[in-house]
C-alpha cells in the first residue's frame, strides 16, 4: 500500500517552496469536543479510543477525529505531545522529528516517516494555545512537503484533577494527490488512533 502511493509523491524538500498556499481551510477558534454517544464514551471509559470519521461532501479530503481518556494531568499531556525530539523513540516508523523555527506561540516542525525504506515527509507551522487547550497546524507552504495539503489539532480537556483524568481529541484532515478514497481514509484513521495510543502511553508512564 505505502509502495502504491509513494510513486505519487512530489519528494518532499526544505529548499523548495510547496505548490500552493493551501487548499484546506485552518481553524478560526478553539474547536469544540466532537459529541459522543453513550457506548462510545463507555469506549473510553475502558481506556479504548474512539474514532469518528468526518466526510465532506465532494471533498478529496480525508477527515476523521479520534478521541481518548488519559490518565495523566493536563500539563503532562502536553508536554508529552509537545517533545518533538522524543517522537523518534515514540512513534513508530518516524526517523526525523525537529524544530527548526520558533516564534512565539509558533513552531516549525520537520516530521520524515520511513516504511519499508520509503520515506514520507511533512513540514508543518504549529499554532500554540496551551493555555485555552488546543494547538492547530497547517503545512509550512514554503517548505516542499509530500502530502498534497494536510492541517489538524490537539484539544485536549482536563475531566478531573484527583486522580488526573484528560480528554485529548486529535483530528486531521489529509489530501495525497492520486490516492484512492479507501486508502486516504485508511491513512487517516490509522495516524489519529496510533496518535491518541502513543500519547496516551507516554503520559501514563
Not at 27 to 35: I, Y
Request: include cysteine; glycine fraction near 4%; charged fraction near 25%.
Amino acid at each position: 500500500m505505502i509502495l502504491f502511493f509513494s510513486a505519487l509523491l512530489w519528494g518532499y524538500d526544505p529548499n523548495f517552496p510547496h505548490p500552493h498556499r493551501g487548499k484546506l481551510q485552518p481553524l478560526k477558534k478553539s474547536p469544540q469536543a466532537v459529541s459522543l454517544t453513550k457506548a462510545q464514551k463507555m469506549r473510553l471509559q475502558n481506556n479504548e479510543p474512539v474514532f469518528l470519521r468526518v466526510k465532506k461532501e465532494g471533498s478529496q479530503s480525508a477527515r476523521g477525529v479520534a478521541v481518548q481518556y488519559i490518565h495523566a494531568s493536563v500539563d503532562t499531556v502536553w508536554d508529552t505531545i509537545l517533545n518533538y525530539p522524543k517522537y523518534t523513540d515514540w512513534v513508530e516508523n518516524v526517523t526525523v522529528c525537529s524544530v527548526y523555527k520558533k516564534n512565539k506561540n509558533i513552531w516549525h516542525t520537520a516530521l520524515i516517516s520511513e516504511v519499508m525504506y520509503i520515506s514520507f515527509g511533512v513540514y508543518t507551522q504549529n499554532h500554540i494555545f496551551r493555555e485555552k487547550g488546543y494547538m492547530y497546524w497547517v503545512l509550512d507552504y514554503d517548505r516542499l512537503s509530500d502530502a498534497d495539503d494536510l492541517l489538524g489539532y490537539w484539544r485536549v480537556q482536563e475531566i478531573q484533577k484527583s486522580p488526573p483524568l484528560t480528554r485529548v481529541d486529535h483530528s486531521t484532515e489529509l489530501i495525497l494527490t492520486g490516492v484512492p478514497d479507501f486508502i486516504l481514509e485508511y491513512l487517516s484513521e490509522d495516524a489519529l488512533v496510533n496518535g491518541t495510543r502513543w500519547v496516551k502511553r507516554e503520559s501514563e508512564r
